[in-house]
Every structure is written in structure tokens, then in C-alpha cells.
Nanobody, 119 residues
Framework: QVQLVESGGGLVQAGGSLRLSCAAS????????MAWYRQDPGKQRDLVAA???????NYADSVKGRFTISRDNAKNTVYLQMNGLKPEDTAVYSC?????????????WGQGTQVTVSS
């Protein structure tokens, strides 16, 4: 069993910043990749940023230059630093992790955290 617990969402004015955190715990041998997705009501969930264990992070075009994803492998935690927030960034942000254990990998999601950007 793997749990992802997110924190850091909230209400912020346009131009402001927020930092999201997501800590993974449970039966984990190795986390292959972690990522942040976001979803507006009635819309599909979109990738915001992803970071493999080693390698270059990738970002959605809409957040490049404003958001930074990072991870602390020792703590099994991923962060999303969001600067220059815009009203269109308003969404529920969910953490994702692909976990490797006993020869197989599984996908896991956090419960989501609301980010609201006011104009």
C-alpha cells in the first residue's frame, strides 16, 4: 500500500506564489517518477510537470518559466514551486507517483489540493 499526501494549496492573488508538497509513504522499493497534474471541473486531468528519479524534468508549455518541480529522493517527496500564478492556474492539483516494488510498477495518486488564483 502506497499513500501520497499533498499539502500547500490555497488561495492566492494573481502574481503570487505557492509551494505544493507531496510525500509518499508505504510499501516502496523505488519511486520511478513523480509528477503533478491539475484538473478543472468538467475537464480532463492535465500534466503540469514531471520528474524522473534521474533526468530532466518536463513541463506543460503553459507553466514553463513559472513553475519548478523538484524532489527529495531520501524523503520520497516531490515539490511544485509555483510563481507568477495566473487565474487560469486555478484547479485541483494532484500528485502522481510510479512505484517499483517486487518486480512490478504501480501508479498512485494523491487526494488533490485546491489552488485558487484570484484576479
Amino acid at each position: 500500500q502506497v499513500q501520497l499526501v499533498e499539502s500547500g494549496g490555497g488561495l492566492v492573488q494573481a502574481g503570487g506564489s505557492l509551494r505544493l508538497s507531496c510525500a509518499a509513504s508505504g510499501t516502496i522499493f523505488r519511486i520511478i517518477a513523480m509528477a503533478w497534474y491539475r484538473q478543472d471541473p468538467g475537464k480532463q486531468r492535465d500534466l503540469v510537470a514531471a520528474i524522473p528519479t534521474s533526468g530532466v524534468p518536463n513541463y506543460a508549455d503553459s507553466v514553463k518559466g513559472r513553475f519548478t518541480i523538484s524532489r527529495d529522493n531520501a524523503k520520497n517527496t516531490v515539490y511544485l514551486q509555483m510563481n507568477g500564478l495566473k487565474p487560469e492556474d486555478t484547479a485541483v492539483y494532484s500528485c502522481y507517483a510510479r512505484v517499483f516494488y517486487r518486480g512490478s510498477s504501480t501508479d498512485h495518486w494523491g487526494q488533490g489540493t485546491q489552488v485558487t488564483v484570484s484576479s
